[in-house]
């Protein structure tokens, strides 16, 4: 099935620093939504985009709608042990059903 | 608590075994998603619920995946005949409204049933 490609595939960095991920895809969507997931659990929304060109931030978490429709950054600021996970991009389309179609995730690991 | 539930949260399975994956949602939530999560991967939609009607059901990988939702709450996805190949963790999400109202739209997910397939 379809999956948005996302990058990179995982990351290791020191506590304090700043993490980036993005998303692309080859069709539009018209919402863009983060999630993250952590063992055994289902993800849970982060952050969600409505409108392209839009910023919006969740405490250390900022995230980026481009204006293509196409892709979207997130950026986690000053990371912390407790940021551990799977990140994962989703594009929605709310005029076909609000599935959401998934990128293959993002495997943060933090170092203390 | 007030979240999506599912269960079981683990089953085994033979191959050839049919399996029911039951999913609660959130009391009161229109729209109901099942998602299948292989190893390693993001999650794939498989089909979507609007109260009882099933308005999606192009995800399912082949007819050997049934799901139903009959007083428009709990929903069962069942799988028969199951392959090696099902092995998955199974995601049931619900929200508020079906109707693009972005507000509404927030899918909340249960837990998931990780099914393996021997």
């Known amino acids: 099935g379809q999956q948005l490609n996302q990058s990179p595939q995982s990351m290791f960095i020191q506590e304090g620093e700043d993490v980036s991920m993005n998303c692309t895809s080859s069709s539009i969507f018209n919402t863009w939504l983060w999630y993250k997931q952590d063992p055994g659990e289902g993800p849970v929304l982060l952050i969600a985009?409505?409108?392209?060109?839009e910023l919006t931030s969740n405490g250390r978490l900022t995230a980026q709608f481009g204006i293509t429709r196409k892709d979207s950054f997130l950026n986690i600021s000053a990371s912390i042990p407790s940021d551990v996970g799977i990140y994962f991009c989703a594009g929605q389309d709310n005029n076909a059903g609000n599935m959401l179609t998934f990128g293959g995730g993002t495997r943060l690991m933090v170092k203390p | 608590g007030a979240g999506v539930s599912q269960s079981p949260r683990y089953k085994v399975a033979k191959r050839g075994q049919d399996v029911a994956l039951r999913c609660d949602p959130i009391s009161g939530h229109v729209s109901l998603f099942w998602y299948q999560q292989a190893l390693g991967q993001g999650p794939e939609f498989l089909t979507y619920?609007?109260?009882?009607?099933?308005?999606?059901k192009s995800g399912l990988p082949s007819d050997r995946f049934f799901a139903e939702r009959p007083e428009g709450s709990v929903s069962t996805l069942k799988i028969q005949r199951t392959q090696q190949e099902d092995s998955a963790v199974y995601l049931c999400?619900?929200?508020?409204?079906?109707?693009?109202?972005?507000?509404?739209?927030?899918?909340?997910f249960g837990p998931g049933t990780r099914l393996t397939v021997l």
């Open positions: 999400a619900s929200s508020l409204s079906g109707e693009g109202r972005r507000l509404y739209n927030e899918q909340f």
């Open positions: 985009l409505y409108k392209a060109g």
């Open positions: 619920f609007q109260n009882e009607a099933q308005l999606d």
